[in-house]
């Protein structure tokens, strides 16, 4: 029988909670399984699913094996937390795209927190992308479910939009198709996109300018050039407000099934 390991040091950060002498285990346990993930989404990343070990993933996390088995029994069920976070991870930002939202707002907002995952998980969007690569084997089933009724949902808001008459035609389906490659290269190859632009990193000033101008082609290509400025201000009142840039929560390691509405991976 399995015991429970030791707390994996340094994983409960416990940002904005009160100091506790001892978390409790659920605390503790979403803690570990975070912890883990995001060292595999770094091993996955980098030897793929058939080239990464659980030793190497355990050495990357800086924990005994044994606690990686403790919370995930195999390499597919850990690879599949990778997956379904980061998938879960990105459908939940589309909970802004409402009929009763501005548009410019809506879709700037998206765009901006596509482009904030992409620079803070690059890896997991990298394991994300080998996995389209090789067809899918382990997230058919999610892509031709829940991800497809969640874009039907979506793209039945934008053409509402459409209908209305405040935003220009566009094919709905394939403008989420757009979003995402033209925010995910930014991780997935982003050594070409440092070479091409003759820099070590895309930090601070260089990714605000990319995540400028994909804002701006999207909302120039829906018809909505005109409120290109004010959405930009929008979406940075809050953040501004708030004392910082916002930025994505932790991965949720096992997250539930996606739906609309879910936002247990967002930071409040």
């Not at 101008?213 to 501004?240: F, I, Y």
């Not at 739906?259 to 967002?266: A, D, F, L, M, V």
Request: proline share 7%; with cysteine; aromatic share 6%.
């Amino acid at each position: 029988m399995a015991t429970a390991p030791a707390p994996i040091a340094g994983a409960a950060s416990g940002r904005g909670a009160a100091p506790q002498a001892v978390p409790p285990a659920g605390r503790i346990r979403l803690a570990n399984e975070a912890a883990i993930v995001r060292a595999a989404e770094t091993v996955f990343a980098r030897d793929g699913f058939r080239g990464a070990s659980m030793a190497e993933i355990a050495a990357q996390a800086g924990v005994a094996k044994a606690n990686i088995h403790y919370y995930f029994r195999t390499k597919q069920q850990l690879y599949r937390a990778v997956l379904e976070g980061m998938l879960h991870d990105w459908l939940a930002e589309t909970d802004g795209i409402r009929a009763d939202a501005d548009p410019a707002q809506a879709l700037g907002a998206y765009v901006r927190a596509k482009m904030a995952l992409a620079q803070i998980r690059p890896e997991a969007s990298r394991v994300f992308a080998g996995e389209m690569l090789r067809g899918a084997p382990e997230m058919r089933d999610m892509l031709r479910g829940e991800l497809r009724e969640l874009v039907a949902r979506k793209s039945a808001v934008i053409a509402g939009w459409i209908a209305q008459g405040r935003m220009a035609p566009v094919d709905p389906p394939h403008l989420f198709f757009t979003i995402w490659a033209a925010t995910q290269t930014y991780a997935d190859f982003a050594p070409q996109v440092r070479a091409v632009l003759g820099a070590r990193s895309l930090r601070g000033a260089a990714w605000q300018r990319a995540t400028d101008h994909v804002v701006s082609l999207v909302l120039r290509g829906c018809g909505l050039g005109d409120r290109v400025e004010a959405a930009s201000a929008a979406a940075a009142a809050p953040r501004r407000a708030a004392g910082g840039w916002r930025t994505p929560a932790a991965p949720h390691p096992s997250p539930p099934r996606l739906r609309e509405g879910n936002k247990t991976s967002r930071q409040g």
